[in-house]
């Protein structure tokens, strides 16, 4: 049953793979980034039910590390706190920016730091 | 068993070669990132709980901003360089030596080996007898076993960051005698744009990507 959420989850993270590989505009590449670390975060979960616990003398000692999940929950902070840096980065330009300086930017025309076209364009 | 970690293995490669090809700085920056998380699921799967957790936070979450950080300095895309011999040589030299290290070191998970019979039988023992109030045999020995190695780690630590503030304090420090100037430049160029601004802090053109999320 596991095997079943574990194949769909690596399913999942080849095709965010592939987004953030092919990824034509910026936002495609922190979507699929994203994307892949609720992946992760999914994979540990699943992996901590799987993974039993055994003594050296291999006696099983607890079917699964339902610890697992703590973890996890810490790994999808870390996403989500990278992924807001990432995108202020990308709106403002610089991640210690001013607030009065960044209006100011955004009055006079939106600055893309990443060297692509134009990030919000179609597709 | 399912091959999941062949399977993260071979992402982890495609990911490593996409990084060195990507020209586009901040399409590389995301990669190393993702990187980071495949080889923190690895680590995960293979039972290294608290390598995995450094690996998560530190390559994936603070290394990327870093990078990015350093992205807003420097150039948005890589220059192309010639092909050169002597680097390639260079790392598969290296590669190679590394490669042929690991061949002494035993098989994963094996109860036989060297380690897991000298001095880790006895830490674990000694958790389960001595140590009752703590569960947990790596929080024993970096906290007990190891408590004045652990202190000296946190006080190079103290020290690290303490010299980062002193370096990055001065310089905030200083930037409202930067911003002042500008403050009256703001002034002269017009009032009205400014209030203009400030009323309407969402600006219909560009706060449509935030529409859309």
């Not at chain 1, 060297?115 to 919000?120: H, M, S, V």
């Not at chain 2, 998380?37 to 709980?49: E, H, I, K, P, R």
């Amino acid at each position: 049953m596991f095997w079943i959420a574990t194949v769909g989850i690596l399913i999942t993270m080849v095709l965010a793979l592939a987004r953030a590989l092919k990824g034509p505009t910026v936002f495609d590449r922190i979507l699929a980034v994203n994307m892949f670390g609720t992946a992760t975060v999914l994979l540990i979960c699943v992996a901590g039910f799987q993974m039993g616990m055994q003594t050296t003398a291999g006696e099983v000692i607890a079917d699964s590390r339902p610890e697992f999940v703590d973890m996890a929950l810490v790994y999808a902070l870390v996403n989500f706190v990278g992924v807001i840096a990432v995108l202020k980065f990308v709106r403002f330009g610089s991640l210690g920016h001013d607030d009065r300086r960044a209006d100011q930017q955004d009055q006079t025309g939106h600055q893309d730091p990443t060297g692509q076209q134009d990030p919000r364009g179609p597709g | 068993m399912f091959p999941v970690e062949a399977i993260l293995f071979v992402m982890l490669i495609i990911t490593a070669f996409a990084v060195v090809r990507q020209t586009n700085l901040f399409a590389a920056a995301m990669l190393t990132g993702l990187f980071s998380l495949l080889s923190a699921g690895l680590f995960t799967l293979m039972d290294a709980v608290d390598v995995a957790f450094t690996e998560a936070s530190v390559g994936a979450g603070i290394s990327t901003i870093l990078i990015l950080g350093t992205l807003a300095l420097t150039a948005k895309e890589e220059n192309q360089q010639p092909f050169r011999l002597l680097p390639l040589v260079v790392v598969l030299i290296t590669g190679g030596a590394l490669l042929i290290g690991t061949v002494d070191m035993p098989a994963y998970g094996d109860f036989g080996a060297v380690t897991n019979h000298r001095i880790a039988p006895d830490y674990i023992a000694g958790t389960a007898s001595e140590f009752e109030h703590i569960p947990n045999v790596v929080t024993t020995v970096l906290g007990s076993y190891r408590g004045y190695d652990t202190l000296g780690e946190t006080g190079v630590i103290f020290t690290a960051s303490l010299g980062v503030m002193a370096l990055l304090g001065g310089r905030r420090r200083r930037r409202p005698a930067d911003g002042a100037p500008d403050d009256s430049m703001d002034d002269t160029t017009g009032d009205p744009a400014d209030d203009a601004a400030e009323d309407s802090s969402e600006d219909p053109v560009t706060g449509g990507p935030e529409d859309a999320a």
